[in-house]
């Protein structure tokens, strides 16, 4: 499976943006899908995480701002957000998990997209 993020760019607090993770390749009937980030200094943690049957997960500091999505005619995840804020700047990496339920565990996902970097201005 790969999987190719894209969407990242520069905004203005408050701003907002959509990322995309399109996946190919060998595909499973139960899957999770989630998007991660990972600021300077910091480690890399789950945001946002939807599964194949369509339940949600999202890291308290997003609740309310992001939004994923997944469009499975278009094997795409999307992930909305919203009222940008400055330490929403990291790298984003889209992964993929074999078999629900959503983790937060970073080493469970089994396929990883390229990071694509979001910066929010002050």
């Known amino acids: 499976v790969q999987l190719q993020a894209s969407g990242g760019g520069l905004v203005q607090a408050g701003g907002s943006l959509r990322l995309s993770c399109a996946a190919s390749?060998?595909?499973?009937?139960?899957?999770?899908m989630g998007w991660f980030r990972q600021a300077p200094g910091k480690e890399r943690e789950l945001v946002a995480g939807?599964?194949?049957?369509?339940?949600?997960y999202y890291a308290d500091s997003v609740k309310g701002r992001f939004t994923i999505s997944l469009d499975n005619a278009k094997s795409t995840v999307y992930l909305q957000m919203n009222s940008l804020k400055p330490e929403d700047t990291a790298v984003y990496y889209c992964?993929?998990?074999?078999?629900?339920?959503?983790?937060?565990?970073?080493?469970?996902?089994?396929?990883w997209g390229q990071g694509t970097l979001v910066t929010v201005s002050s």
């Open positions: 992964a993929s998990k074999k078999y629900p339920p959503i983790t937060t565990l970073r080493d469970r996902y089994d396929y």
């Open positions: 390749g060998r595909t499973f009937s139960n899957y999770v």
């Open positions: 939807i599964s194949s049957g369509g339940s949600t």
